[in-house]
C-alpha cells in the first residue's frame, strides 16, 4: 500500500523504510515498517518449522 502511494519514490522496500524513519513513523502501528518486520518473523518462524520436518521430525506439534 505503501509504494502505491508514491511508486517512483518507493521503488525498493529500503527507501520506504528509511522514509518512515526520517518522518517518524517507522514504530507507528500499521506502517510499512512494521508489517516488513512480522514478514521477517513469520519467515524466521516458517524456516525452523520447516528445518525441523527436513530433519525428520513427524510430529508437527513438536516442530512447530
Do not use: C, M, P, Y
Amino acid at each position: 500500500q505503501k509504494f502505491i502511494t508514491n511508486k517512483e519514490e518507493f521503488d525498493t522496500l529500503q527507501k520506504i523504510v528509511l522514509h518512515e524513519v526520517n518522518a517518524g513513523v517507522a514504530q507507528v502501528r500499521n506502517s510499512a515498517t512494521e508489517a516488513l518486520l512480522w514478514l521477517k518473523r513469520g519467515l524466521k518462524f516458517l524456516k525452523g518449522f520447516l528445518t525441523e520436518v527436513k530433519n525428520g521430525e513427524k510430529n508437527i506439534q513438536t516442530a512447530l
